[in-house]
T-cell receptor, first 111, second 114 residues
Framework: ETGVTQSPTHLIKTRGQQVTLRCSSQ?????VSWYQQALGQGPQFIFQYYREEENGRGNFPPRFSGLQFPNYSSELNVNALELDDSALYLC??????????FGPGTRLTVL | SQQGEEDPQALSIQEGENATMNCSYK?????LQWYRQNSGRGLVHLIL?????REKHSGRLRVTLDTSKKSSSLLITASRAADTASYFCATDAGVTGGGNKLTFGTGTQLKVEL
């Protein structure tokens, strides 16, 4: 059984650019969530996907969007990057007891 | 926004001592979970306690939940240097659409010294 993986590990972008982050869920897990963690803070929920449909969204603007694919892998897309988007982006797949299995994260720096 | 707050923000203890972290939250919940994070990387799930449970154990971990006070505590017994990490509580209150949204606190930074 493979764990949650994310790519890339690190990414540097400039303001106004667009970015796509990728996540592969833990084997057999059909629900994936994305979180943003600013330095020194706890993670904040962006959205969740279940069977390729968004089924929950946090307080993030529409320029944060996502996709889930038939193999349950997922993407997080962020358009028109702002400096405050610099953070660790975490992907998590949901286990049978509602616990979340997190990937190692993608560190995004916006200059 | 953060749902809860952990207390203390930072804790430094000697190896072998017990570490206690507290978490308070604001809304009704389905369950509360504790996670560990090393050096700003991915979070590791430690333990989940449901809203109708009061105490749960897992190895050296003991979690209590008081829904009337909207608070939880995590006790790590006989701490080791490898326990050095940030610890977060997270509440699951469900979300419109049927999903699960974890709302995290601000975390407790635990340092266990040899």
């Amino acid at each position: 059984e493979t764990g949650v993986t994310q790519s890339p590990t690190h990414l540097i972008k400039t303001r106004g650019q667009q970015v796509t982050l990728r996540c592969s869920s833990q084997s057999g897990h059909n629900t994936v969530s994305w979180y943003q963690q600013a330095l020194g803070q706890g993670p904040q929920f962006i959205f969740q996907y279940y069977r390729e449909e968004e089924n929950g969204r946090g307080n993030f603007p529409p320029r944060f969007s996502g996709l889930q694919f038939p193999n349950y892998s997922s993407e997080l897309n962020v358009n028109a990057l702002e400096l405050d988007d610099s953070a660790l982006y975490l992907c998590a797949s949901k286990g049978v007891r509602n616990e979340q299995f997190f990937g190692p994260g993608t560190r995004l720096t916006v200059l | 926004s953060q749902q809860g707050e952990e207390d203390p923000q930072a804790l430094s203890i000697q190896e072998g001592e017990n570490a206690t972290m507290n978490c308070s939250y604001k809304t009704s919940i389905n369950n509360l979970q504790w996670y560990r994070q090393n050096s700003g990387r991915g979070l590791v799930h430690l333990i989940l306690i449901r809203s109708n449970e009061r105490e749960k154990h897992s190895g050296r971990l003991r979690v209590t939940l008081d829904t009337s006070k909207k608070s939880s505590s995590l006790l790590i017994t006989a701490s080791r240097a490898a326990d050095t990490a940030s610890y977060f509580c997270a509440t699951d209150a469900g979300v419109t659409g049927g999903g699960n949204k974890l709302t995290f606190g601000t975390g407790t930074q635990l340092k266990v010294e040899l």
